[in-house]
């Protein structure tokens, strides 16, 4: 073939597990509801540099290491992670892969998390608990796009993997992972509903 692909970006989704997701999510969503009202440090930190929203990111960002629910949750994700690590074919024989942080995100309307990126970890990701109708998605960015330069745009039908944005939706009881240098965001939440999801981060030893 005259041209072939290179260097591509790989985004991971699946369901957590295959059923008795509805139950765990419940419960999860109780959770976080929970920890919102005990976490005054959360909530104000929340105020200047999440704001309409709350997360738990800046105060309790090792709930995996607290709480039995988050510590099954973690032996979920990593599970996933361990595949996922497998597809990228990273040379990790006779290493650790272990989770560093795990937070909390709470999106009530209007809410939203502007484009950032998850230093000091390799493997990064979210788990969906609570997703009303219309709530924002998770938006990818071409890794690439700051070297584009003079590039013309791209045509309104171009291949999914030709596109410099993907979104991926936001479905209650998918886990998303990608590589922890892969920017995204979130977009303003514009449903009358709290749109909750975990973030977490795994580095390797």
């Given at each position: 073939m005259p041209v072939r692909t290179w260097f591509p970006t790989h985004i991971y989704c699946e369901p957590l597990h295959a059923s008795g997701l509805e139950k765990f999510n419940a419960?999860?969503?109780?959770?976080?509801?929970?920890l919102r009202d005990y976490d005054a440090a959360g909530r104000k930190w929340s105020a200047k540099n999440?704001?309409?929203g709350y997360t738990s990111y800046a105060s309790m960002n090792e709930l995996h290491r607290f709480s039995?629910?988050?510590?099954?949750?973690?032996?979920?994700?990593?599970?996933?992670?361990?595949?996922?690590?497998?597809?990228?074919?990273?040379?990790?024989?006779?290493?650790?892969?272990?989770?560093?942080?795990?937070?909390?995100n709470i999106m009530p309307p209007t809410a939203a998390?502007?484009?950032?990126?998850?230093?000091?970890?390799?493997i990064s990701g979210t788990y969906y608990v609570a997703t009303p109708a219309g709530c924002p998605g998770l938006k990818f960015e071409d890794p690439r796009l700051d070297r584009y330069m003079a590039a013309p745009p791209r045509l309104p039908d171009a291949k999914p993997a030709n596109r410099i944005h993907v979104?991926?939706?936001?479905?209650?009881?998918?886990?998303?992972l990608f590589e922890s240098w892969l920017r995204h965001e979130v977009a303003a939440n514009r449903v009358d509903a709290e749109r909750i999801s975990i973030s977490f981060n795994f580095n390797w030893r």
């Open positions: 419960e999860l969503a109780d959770e976080c509801r929970n999440y704001p309409g039995s629910t988050f510590t099954a949750l973690e032996k979920k994700l990593l599970r996933h992670t361990r595949v996922f690590v497998k597809t990228l074919e990273l040379d990790l024989r006779d290493c650790e892969v272990f989770m560093t942080d795990c937070w909390v998390h502007s484009l950032h990126l998850h230093p000091l970890a390799f979104t991926y939706p936001a479905e209650a009881g998918n886990v998303i």
